[in-house]
């Protein structure tokens, strides 16, 4: 299984600006880190999700990691934008790996995320053990 990783989805305000920040790119995008992954080689066909108000709430699948100026490396994701289903998670800073046991599921087709419990809420019921 690829191993995946998790980014914060950083000034967006809301879902649908995240969605329009890949609608215009065309089919890939490239975001930049200072450092090439030491896993990187099992993270292709993996997924970078995205975090948003500390939920896990999609995913981008990673296509290739190419280097970039200055020492840097581009991560080069899909432009397709999966909603996957909302699981907790704390903010930080830069990218950090998520193992695929780790991954939420993705959303079915027509499931929206406002039919799914809050991610906040979800956690708080798991650990009371009523979900």
Not at 49 to 57: F, G, N
Not at 74 to 100: E, F, M, N
Request: charged share 25%.
């Amino acid at each position: 299984m690829p191993l995946n990783m998790t980014k914060v989805a950083y000034g967006a305000k809301s879902m649908e600006e995240l969605h329009g920040w890949f609608a215009t790119r065309g089919d890939t995008a490239k975001l930049t880190t200072r450092y090439l992954p030491k896993r990187h080689a099992e993270m292709i066909g993996g997924s970078l999700y995205w975090i948003y108000k500390h939920q896990l709430v999609a995913r981008s699948p990673i296509l290739a990691f190419e280097e970039a100026e200055g020492g840097k490396t581009h991560i080069v994701i899909s432009t397709t934008l999966i909603d996957v289903y909302p699981v907790p998670r704390r903010a930080h800073q830069g990218w950090r790996y998520l193992a695929a046991e780790d991954a939420p599921r993705d959303l079915a087709d027509g499931e929206d995320v406002g039919d799914v419990m809050p991610g906040g809420l979800a956690g708080k019921l798991a650990k009371l053990g009523l979900v």
